[in-house]
């Protein structure tokens, strides 16, 4: 909610903020699909697969960016949108461990650091509000970028980068996850002590 004009100004839950993060719910299993169809062998439904994240997860950027610059912010963006970009990166990891692109152990490190610190921040709510670091930023550049680089099929020696990529992304979310949990605590700290 905004104040306009010395009133108060109802957000409409139909705001483009919104509908680009329904587009990318929606274009989830699309990509899904895309990926199976390829196999992950052939170049052209890889293509298609890798545009699709592409799209989708630039929608994660320019959602955020309009819901805070044009005050659009509401309960169901704030609800749907980490729901959307889990369900994005969660699938585009797993099924990058199921064509064996991907080793098993780092996809289930990436998924239980993300869901932990989405419940971990949930659950802080009632403390205060833990907003997205720096380090959280570069994380999530860093994990599209490596699923990215997977999802398309680059040739040797390029296609070697994005092990490289995603080594960095694991590094990153972890040590982020780490930060994350000790600034909940230090949130829990603080309001026990101003009790």
Known sequence: MGVV???????PLVNAANVLTVVRIVLVPVFVLLVIVSGMTDPWWRFAAAVTFG???VTDFVDGWI???YGLVTSFGKVADPIADKALTGSALVLLSIYDALPWWVTLVILVREWGITALRFWALKYGVMAASRG????????IGAIGWYLFPFPEPWSNVGPVLMGAALVVTVVTGVDYVVRAYRLRREAAAAK
Do not use: C, I, N, P
């Open 67 to 69: 819901a805070r610059r």
């Open 5 to 11: 004009q010395g009133r108060l100004r109802q957000v």
């Open 55 to 57: 799209v989708a997860s």
């Open 136 to 143: 959280g930023k570069l994380k999530t550049v860093l994990q």
